[in-house]
């Protein structure tokens, strides 16, 4: 009699743990093949008008992107930016609101350079190394360095040399922090890869700029082509404001997507403009449409 209960008892154990087998196993197949999509979509805060606001993470969730570059902040003539992430209670309030909506911050910004001369201001390595500073607090692996219209070196090639030397100094501290500093230049891809080269920092990369390529009438594939994916750490996906981008018959974007494949590249794709000239401010509406348009592509 014994002997039956032990038997009856085992024949029961394991059919239970089939049982819990076969009901686990479709999640446990999903988990091990659950990963990050190859590309995620972000969006610029200061684009969506919520630059450095909390507001940015429940509006970028709402827009329908997957994270949101946030700026280091204005900067004007001040010694360096005017960035409320100094501030250790800020900056936890910021990663906790991430978190809580599942929306990433896929970079750091220093947009401020769009107007700011990185050559020839005298504070650049203190503004630089706040922004390293800041990402290393928060975890964040990718900043954006725009050199902006007074650093045009397509027009100002005679800056170049004080562009190489001080991107040698911000590589060689990103590379002490761990940390990578994307570039937008407005050279052609050919340029740009020499600069990068001649820069020679693993933590200096370029921050690639759809519009860039398309305003000066190149070819983008092959300007992706030509970086090269080691090169390209981030990518703002977009072009100037007037149509969006399933509107724009200057880009083709899935012959854009065959392109990243091929080169194995993978990363963030950040909307930066590309709004309707009709209705620029409506940012819910502009954004939501180019990043539902992205991910019917991407992802």
């Not at 990718?142 to 050199?147: S, T, W």
């Not at 001080?166 to 570039?183: H, P, S, T």
């Not at 963030?268 to 940012?283: G, H, K, M, Q, T």
Request: aromatic residues 8%.
């Amino acid at each position: 009699m014994a002997m039956m209960e032990k038997t009856n008892r085992r024949r029961f154990l394991g059919n239970a743990a089939l049982l819990a087998g076969g009901m686990l196993l479709p999640e446990m197949v999903f988990a091990a093949f659950k990963k990050d999509p190859k590309y995620r979509i972000a969006v610029c805060d200061w684009m969506i008008l919520k630059r450095q606001k909390l507001g940015a993470f429940q509006l970028t969730k709402d827009i329908g992107a997957d994270g949101v570059e946030v700026d280091m902040g204005g900067l004007g003539n001040r010694p360096t930016f005017d960035s409320k992430l100094s501030d250790p209670v800020v900056r936890q309030q910021f990663l906790d609101t991430s978190k809580s909506l599942n929306v990433a911050i896929s970079s750091m910004a220093m947009s401020g350079f769009y107007a700011q001369s990185f050559a020839e201001r005298p504070e650049v390595e203190k503004m630089v190394q706040d922004c390293i500073d800041t990402m290393v607090q928060m975890n964040i692996k990718v900043a954006f360095l725009p050199l902006g219209v007074q650093v045009d070196l397509v027009k100002r090639p005679d800056l170049r040399p004080v562009v190489i030397q001080r991107l040698k100094k911000v590589g060689a501290n990103a590379e002490k922090a761990g940390v990578i500093i994307g570039v937008e230049t407005a050279l052609p891809a050919v340029e740009e890869a020499k600069l990068l080269d001649e820069i020679g920092s693993p933590a200096v990369k370029s921050y690639f700029n759809f519009s860039n390529a398309l305003q000066a009438g190149r070819d983008l594939s092959q300007e992706l082509k030509t970086l090269g994916a080691k090169r390209i750490c981030q990518i703002h996906c977009t072009d100037t404001d007037g149509v969006w981008l399933q509107n724009n018959t200057r880009i083709n974007m899935k012959e854009v997507k065959k392109t990243l494949d091929k080169m194995h590249w993978s990363g963030w794709l950040v909307i930066e403009r590309s709004r309707d000239a009709n209705d620029p401010r409506n940012v819910k509406k502009n954004f939501s449409a180019n990043a539902a348009y992205m991910k019917s592509v991407f992802q």
